[in-house]
């Protein structure tokens, strides 16, 4: 059986050329990745594609599906090119990993070379299948029903497996955005959510972490893997010098041009547990924001115990170190102890 690479794609248009180029470096130097890059370029320039081709980079010169703004927010046209991944020609590849332009990368993505099917993080943590529309109680799906009480995902994230596609599902997907455009309020999106109706894994929150929804601030001990910088009122872009993760972005984008696909880089990994248990963190911090100027040390004791197991298992950790300190160095290295 032939053994097939896998794929990391994002988009852009002429206006989003840096931040491709920004989500390729960060990929690159922080994940470690060692399939294949490619471009969903939209109506780009020729001369402007010249420096993702000299990089090894593929190219895939999308046309486009609509030519107008859509959406709550006046989407791109450029957003539905997603829909070309689902394309036959893509099955050349073993798993796919998009990311939107907007998004920093801090770690290995290799975990998500690994879904069997289809997985994405839950919208903004939280959303339900009914924030994707303009009028959920009155839309209709001629004799398809859905739940707009479950889960719906976010898809500026989304891995998934290639057997997934068909000869038609590009058609699918396209169709169904025609014949209910009006309907969605993040139309691509939308789309997704309804031809993967409770048929996608939901992935943990750090590869998929919505900082605006944080205004901007996190705690520092806290490890993430995608950072995403999502459309939010009164917060600047990612690529606005007063973000305050500006200065991460600008190295990346700078560093991009020392891109060499030749020479695979070391990644930055996060064992199962640190994803997990950073993701819980992640919520749980979100949910106490709120409380910070009340409660000011306990959005912190969540760190306060990391720094070795002891803390974290009291005594328990002391007799674990005398009958088998192999198993406890193994808990120190999970927990970042020395």
Not at 13 to 21: F, P, S, T
Not at 71 to 90: H, S
Not at 245 to 272: C, H, S
Not at 289 to 317: A, D, E, H, V
């Amino acid at each position: 059986m032939e053994n097939k690479r896998n794929l990391l794609v994002t988009l852009a248009d002429k206006n989003y050329i840096q931040q491709a180029k920004q989500l390729f470096s960060s990929v690159y130097w922080n994940a470690g990745w060692e399939g294949d890059y490619l471009l969903l370029a939209h109506e780009i320039p020729e001369d402007e594609l010249e420096w993702f081709t000299d990089k090894g980079i593929l190219v895939k010169k999308c046309k486009p599906l609509f030519d107008q703004k859509t959406g709550a927010f006046n989407y791109p046209p450029v957003i539905f090119d997603k829909f070309y991944l689902f394309t036959p020609e893509f099955k050349k590849w073993k798993n796919i990993v998009f990311l939107d332009s907007d998004i920093i990368v801090q770690a290995s993505l290799e975990r998500l070379t690994k879904i069997k099917y289809f997985a994405a993080a839950q919208d903004f943590y939280w959303n339900k299948l009914d924030t994707q529309f303009n009028d959920p109680l009155n839309i209709r799906f001629n004799n398809l029903t859905f739940d707009l009480n479950v889960a719906a995902f976010n898809s500026g994230v989304m891995s998934f497996n290639t057997e997934i596609i068909t000869d038609s599902t590009f058609n699918e997907l396209n169709n169904f955005l025609k014949n209910h455009l009006s309907d969605f309020k993040y139309p691509e999106q939308a789309v997704f959510n309804l031809y993967f109706y409770k048929r996608w894994k939901k992935l943990p929150l750090i590869f998929n972490t919505f900082i605006a929804y944080h205004h901007l601030e996190l705690p520092i001990k806290l490890k993430f893997i995608i950072l995403h910088f999502i459309r939010y009122p009164d917060y600047p872009s990612l690529w606005d010098p007063k973000n305050s993760f500006y200065k991460e972005w600008k190295t990346n984008l700078e560093k991009a041009d020392f891109i060499d696909l030749n020479k695979i880089q070391k990644a930055k990994r996060l064992n199962l547990f640190e994803i997990r248990f950073n993701s819980i963190l992640l919520l749980l911090y979100f949910y106490l924001r709120p409380y910070r100027y009340i409660i000011p040390k306990l959005r912190y004791c969540f760190f306060y115990i990391l720094n070795s197991p002891c803390r974290l298992i009291g005594k328990t950790g002391n007799f674990i170190k005398k009958i088998n300190p192999d198993f406890y160095n193994k808990l120190r290295k999970i927990k970042g102890g020395k």
